[in-house]
């Protein structure tokens, strides 16, 4: 599995769509199959284009193309069914607005979850030579709106179900030449409280086992940020020791909307795997200064070494507004070359 720099800038994985991306996402009965692959390339060139602008080490699509529930993974499932309303339509916004899905039959993804086109199509559009990084929900995250009943009566019964699904993914995006995958399990940092953290484990590595050895594989795990709101105690204890078992090459935690609380977790981590640290906060508007990043940075490196670390945002961007996104990654690129003068990193 390819290595990573020392102090390596990276993201999670969205990016907030630009406004007539929203626009069109809400009459997308009006194109035509050519229009709307024009349409997603372009928001596709768009969010690699502010990545590249910042100047990070590794990009992603932004996610630009899971932009309704036809192209996002629930559309690729069979055997599901929408519930006719989530349970709260009024008041401000929350995960509880979205709604859930009945399963209706036999779990399974005939046309795979769609990361292999989105592979594809980054591929096409990024310069030559870009690192470039794929996120795929891991099977605990992806079970969170699926309701159980008499076949899968459990949430773990339907994590399991998806097992299958998610590491055939894994592979074909192998076989297609991808270098870096992140499995996404943040349900299992937000709900990871009150299951055991050794089963969750076991459920990830017999997903990513096929990927293994084959490509840089990361997990993302943070407190949620749909709406740019929390849905868990931020806290990381109650998952270790048992997660320094998960097979990955790096692990992402969420650390600036917590004030760093609870940094000293790199420490272990760093001794077994990369850690990428969440030295951005998504959820705020303030634009963090180059010093406040730079600080970060050095605090970071009093428990890990640069060659384990990696930084970046919190979560995916998505929730954030573009104009602060692309002031906070320029800060985060800018404030971590700093230390990575101080260390002669060049
Ligand atoms: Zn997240």
């Known amino acids: 599995m390819p290595t990573s720099p020392p102090l390596r800038t990276t993201v999670v994985g969205s990016y907030p769509f630009p406004g007539w991306l929203e626009l069109a996402s809400q009459h997308l009965d009006a194109f035509g199959p050519d229009d709307l692959n024009e349409l997603l390339d372009d928001a596709v060139a768009a969010a690699v284009k502010d990545q590249l602008d910042a100047g990070l ?16 993974f629930y559309g690729f499932l069979s055997g599901i069914a929408p519930e006719p309303l989530p349970p709260r339509r009024f008041g401000p916004p929350g995960h509880d607005q979205r709604g859930k899905h009945e399963i209706v039959g036999e779990l399974a993804a005939p046309r795979g979850l769609g990361t292999l086109e989105e592979y594809r199509r980054l591929c096409r559009i990024a310069p030559p030579g870009t690192a470039l ?23 773990a019964a339907v994590a399991q179900a998806l097992v299958p ?9 192998i076989e297609a030449g991808c270098r870096e995958i992140c499995v996404d399990e943040p349900s299992m ?5 009150k299951e055991d953290p050794a089963t969750l484990v076991a459920l990830f590595n017999k997903t990513v086992e096929p990927a293994v050895g084959r490509v840089r594989l990361g997990t993302h795990l ?6 740019g709101r929390a849905v868990a105690p931020r806290r990381y204890a109650c998952l270790f020791p048992a997660f320094l078992e998960m097979h990955v090459d790096e692990l992402h935690v969420e650390m600036a909307s917590r004030e760093l ?5 790199i420490g272990p981590i760093a001794k077994r795997m990369d850690v990428a640290i ?9 634009i963090e200064t180059l ?55 060049g």
């Not at 995250?141 to 009943?149: I, W």
């Not at 969440?278 to 303030?286: E, L, M, R």
Request: overall charge positive; glycine content about 8%.
């Open 57 to 72: 080490d590794v990009v992603t699509d932004g996610e630009q193309t899971r932009l309704d529930f036809n192209l996002s």
């Open 133 to 155: 990084k794929v996120s795929v929900p891991g099977p605990y995250t992806l079970s969170g709106r699926l309701l159980p009943n008499a076949q899968y009566p459990t949430r």
């Open 165 to 173: 699904i998610v590491r055939r993914e894994l592979e074909t995006l």
């Open 189 to 193: 940092s937000c709900y990871g409280h």
């Open 222 to 227: 943070c407190f949620g940020n749909y709406k």
């Open 261 to 265: 609380s609870e940094l000293e977790i």
């Open 278 to 286: 969440g030295i951005i906060d998504v959820k705020s508007y303030y």
């Open 291 to 345: 010093t406040d990043v730079a600080d970060r940075v050095r605090r970071c490196l009093a428990f890990a070494p640069a060659e384990r670390l990696s930084l970046a945002p919190d979560c995916g961007l998505s929730q954030t507004a573009r104009w602060a996104a692309r002031r906070k990654l320029a800060s985060m690129v800018e404030g971590v070359a700093i230390v990575r003068r101080e260390l002669g990193l």
